[in-house]
């Protein structure tokens, strides 16, 4: 008996012309290590599938975007002034703030001095907000929650399974689509 | 000369077979009298001859052998299923499948034309409305002659090929092919022989079967409450069969090759109880997504839930949903509602007027 070998994997990724994959589905029918095997090999794809995607390490993929690049490294990024990190002079129309005229370098986003245990309280406050809205929102979905009795739509989780088998049975009135019943005997595992 | 096989009698004829036009079942009796049809390849009309007289075959043939079916999914061309099956088959009477080697037997629901839905021809007619058929040749099927008979869609692409035993027009080999022109699903016979078997009554649907059957005026009863039941889906599908199953409606469609089943169900997809199922956002709501196959989908559609199970190309997978736009989770919508309903509660407590 010559058994399928490298062909089992060319079975089930369906790489076989027809000739070539009656041939070999006729040997799995006699051959129980050979329809083990393409069972396995079934399985093993299906465990692949199921896989979570793989995420590149950001080095690979900052050294793969460095192996695309055609030339050199990049030129600096021209600044339309050499030399001027920042205005000299800052505008601050509208301000009733005395104006100073102070250079605004290193000072643009300079916040106002807080003391440690003001910036603690608004901590708190903020929490105090957030929890008793949370408490508000909650309270308010309880009290408008339609009452048991009502024939309000009801969570709908549909029987996968149930609906397979209803589809194959349905596909029986039609003789040139697959007899998907015998594919469901197949999914629903009543294998031998 | 009606040789070996049995000779159709209009009284033992079931229904599946008299919802076909009568031209249909004479032109069954005739070729069923002259196995040897001449066709030649290319021939359109000589095809549908084939496929009329393949349609009525399990009527008049008494066949058993073993057959493989091999399924790839449209949405993963990786996942694959496939059995080997043992399949006996009784002239009028049911179809037992049992997988290679095992002892329980399982009969195959062959549908009753009684549900039928489609408009005339059958599924021959529902083929050829939206494919071009033509004769392309023999070939051998687990050492048989067959012809071989192309279905091309609109586009010139091959959606199916079908072997049909010259001797008993049985299909001994099908083939169908995804739009790319990679197959979905592939069945052939490894051994198959005619049996000189007796005739058997097949018995009509059981009270249950018909019970759950939804024929034309239940269907428009149901649109009135709310539910869609539409007659045809993208993509050529049409109707032609419609059941109750549980609480849902299930509505099935095809166009000969390509079959989809979708199911409506009344509420808010529980998506937190939903396993294994990967989630795609499309228009306001989510779709969930199994490759199978068969692809296996479900989503909501306001106060309803659709699910469809297909054996059906990705682009057809996809005209469907567009067919039946999901929208967002009635769950989410319910929540703001419900905060809404709490708070005119409150007030009316607060109101002392109310």
Known sequence: ?192 | VIGSLAPIRRGQIPRTVLAVPMTVVFAGSFVLSAPALAVEAGDEVGAVRLLHRAMAAPDAVSYSGTQYVAAWSSLDGAASTGAIVDVIHRAGGSTEVRAHGAQSLSAVDEGSSAAWLADGGGPVGLLVRTHDVSVVGTGSVAGRPTHVVLARRGDGTTAARLWLDTESAVPLRREVYNDDGTTRTASAFIEFSVEQAPRQVRAEATAVNLNSVLRHSDLAQLRGDGWSCPDRLGGGLVLYEARRVGDAVQLSYSDGVVTVSVFEQRGWLDEGNLHGFAAREVNDGMVYSKTGPPAQLTWSVGDWVVTVVADAPAETIDAVVAAMPPTAPQQERGFFARIGKGAERLASWLNPFG
Not at chain 1, 136 to 149: D, H, N, R, W
């Open chain 1, 1 to 192: 008996v010559r058994h399928l070998g490298v062909q089992v994997s060319a079975l089930v990724d369906d790489q076989l012309s027809h000739d070539e994959r009656d041939r070999a589905l006729a040997h799995v029918t006699r051959c129980e290590l050979c329809r083990v095997a393409m069972e396995q090999e079934r399985a093993t794809k299906a465990a692949l599938r199921r896989l979570p995607p793989v995420e590149p390490p950001a080095e690979l993929v900052k050294a793969l975007l460095a192996m695309a690049e055609t030339g050199g490294p990049l030129p600096p990024q021209r600044r339309p002034f050499p030399g001027a990190t920042a205005p000299a002079v800052g505008w601050r129309p509208f301000d009733s703030a005395p104006r100073t005229g102070r250079p605004l370098s290193g000072q643009q986003s300079r916040r106002p001095d807080v003391a440690p245990q003001d910036r603690r309280a608004r901590t708190q406050i903020a929490a105090a907000g957030a929890l008793s809205a949370g408490a508000l929102t909650l309270v308010l979905a309880t009290l408008g929650a339609p009452p048991s009795s009502d024939s309000a739509p009801t969570a709908v989780v549909p029987p996968m399974e149930t609906f397979t088998v209803e589809h194959a049975k349905s596909t029986g009135t039609l003789p040139f689509v697959e007899p998907a019943s015998v594919l469901v005997l197949a999914i629903t595992g009543d294998r031998p």
